[in-house]
């Protein structure tokens, strides 16, 4: 036979594309031709395939082959379709049964030795195989733990090439790779740890109840570190859905822990304030990869030392926090990540950042408005929590009498809060107070009018915009939960209102 096809899978974002790979043998120069819009990757895989089969103790035919990719029109990027070639083109050759071939979702990479090593993108290569109707995916020993998730799959994990061929001609079996337990997910840091800081503590435990975007100020060592590392312990644990999203992100980044092939924990990235555009949000010269904010969704994005961050980076993240995802735009396509994340941002007082305080300070009135300046309004008036952290003083430090909340208590709460949430927005297929909109929230979940006069003050002083109240009835309704009550009171939105105009000195 002449001409032989198998099937791999491309990567759009998070997303998986089915490609179909079709190998054609004919009469002439000995020769291949790959078509199909392959990257620079996918063109240097043909002498990859080619060692790989001789040195698994195969022979390449003497032929000139054409290899066709499809759709032609998607962009074929990655290491990834190495296997698929492999296998196609024993089959246009004849060493390999076509039909069996034919049946199969082959992905992984070949090493010059003929060993199948680990790629990118495997859960959700497989989902996509799964979606279209394919039942049997062979994909590198290494991923298999990650490919098993798909439970409506058959996954083969291969180490080697030669297994891949002794498994098409009947002479072994491949190893059918089932789900394996998960290991315990690490507890992380504790919020007991935290001394004092009564008010970063319910700033904390406020915004992991209602998915608010949180800003801490204060000096250095009054614990704005300790608190963000410490918010994703606060979150409900990721359920099935949410998990394979998660772990589809990581899995396409590379950043996912051998050890755990499905993140069930919110994540934490924090990223350096040397972060670039693309790193931050995603991007690429080539593949397309999501950056921190999109390995944070569903998790917490933590930016210390905010103002040293370049303005243009913080402002890109302002659409993408309104909307929970963010495409990406190159000459040869464009990608779509979600960005569902909360954002932590942290800041010292002034340039100098003096843990003595302003009577300390060295800075003038123009490098102060000159650091401030590096947030810009529209970003902050997209964060719902304002707080400032004062120093901890030794009599606090030492005189702490009773141990604080640890994370477990506080985590209570936020679910109980969570529940009572779901339960109201559930109606409206919403989850969390921070996602309700404006207009909704105005009519439908309005709070008694008695309740919202000092927020109606502040507006008509020009103090809140007209987004910055709706924020603060968000998070007079996540105040509420966390109290129980069916209905904010005059007290909930007083506090909110205050953690809303608190003095942000960075």
């Known amino acids: 036979m002449t001409l032989a096809r198998t099937w791999s899978v491309g990567l759009a974002g998070v997303h998986g594309a089915m490609v179909d790979v079709e190998v054609d043998m004919s009469s002439g120069v000995p020769g291949v031709v790959l078509v199909g819009l392959p990257d620079a990757v996918v063109r240097q895989s043909v002498d990859r395939v080619r060692a790989a089969v001789v040195n698994a103790g195969g022979r ?37 049964p076509a039909e069996q071939v034919g049946r199969l979702v082959l992905l992984g990479e070949l090493a010059l030795d003929g060993s199948v090593r680990a790629v990118r993108g495997v859960l959700p290569a497989v989902l996509a195989a799964a979606r279209a109707g394919h039942r049997c995916v062979v994909v ?79 000096p250095p060592g009054a614990g704005k570190t300790m608190l963000a590392e410490r918010l994703p312990g606060l979150l409900p644990a990721l359920d099935e859905q949410a998990a394979l999203e998660v772990t589809a992100i990581h899995s396409v980044a590379g950043t996912l822990p051998p ?22 949000v995603g991007g690429g010269s080539g593949l397309i990869r999501p950056g921190a904010l999109c390995r944070a969704h569903r998790g917490v994005l933590f930016l210390d030392e905010a103002p040293e961050f370049p303005r243009v980076v913080l402002d890109t993240l302002r659409q993408p926090l309104e909307r929970g995802q963010v495409t990406i735009s190159r000459a040869s396509g464009s990608a779509t990540f979600p960005c569902r994340a909360q954002l932590v941002l942290a800041a010292n007082p002034c340039p100098c950042a003096t843990a003595a305080g302003d009577a300390a300070c060295t800075c003038s009135a123009l490098e102060r408005r000159r650091y401030r300046s590096r947030l810009s309004g529209p970003l902050l008036d997209r964060i719902d929590l304002r707080v400032d952290l004062p120093a901890v003083t030794r009599a606090v430090w030492l005189g702490a009498g009773t141990a604080p909340e640890p994370t477990t208590v506080v985590a209570d709460r936020v679910l109980r809060a969570r529940s009572a949430a779901a339960d109201r927005l559930g109606v409206v297929g919403l989850a969390v107070n921070s996602q309700v909109p404006g207009r909704m929230l105005r009519e439908r979940w309005s709070p008694p009018r008695p309740a919202l006069r000092l927020v109606e003050r502040a507006l008509e002083r020009g103090v809140l915009s007209v987004r910055g109240y709706d924020r603060v009835l968000r998070v007079a309704w996540t105040m509420a939960d966390l109290g129980g009550r069916s209905v904010p009171d005059a007290d909930d939105v007083a506090e909110a209102l205050g953690m809303r105009l608190q003095r942000t000195a960075a």
């Open 60 to 96: 390449w035919p003497l032929r000139r082959i054409t290899i066709g990719l499809s759709p032609a029109s998607m962009p074929k990027q990655g290491s990834g379709f190495d296997l698929a070639l492999a296998a196609a083109v024993l089959a246009a050759d004849g060493a390999l």
């Open 140 to 218: 590198p020993a290494g991923n298999a733990d990650e490919a098993a998730l798909v439970e409506s799959v058959e996954v083969l994990a291969a180490a080697t090439l030669g297994e891949v061929v002794a498994h098409l001609t009947g002479r072994a079996v491949l190893p059918r790779h089932g789900r394996r337990p998960l290991p315990p997910a690490s507890p992380g840091p504790d919020l007991g740890d935290v001394v004092g800081q009564a008010v970063g503590r319910r700033a904390v435990e406020v915004a992991a109840a209602g998915g608010h975007h949180l800003f801490l100020t204060g």
């Open 259 to 280: 050890d755990a092939p499905l993140v069930t924990r919110p994540t934490f990235e924090s990223p350096h304030h040397s972060a670039t555009m693309a790193a931050l």
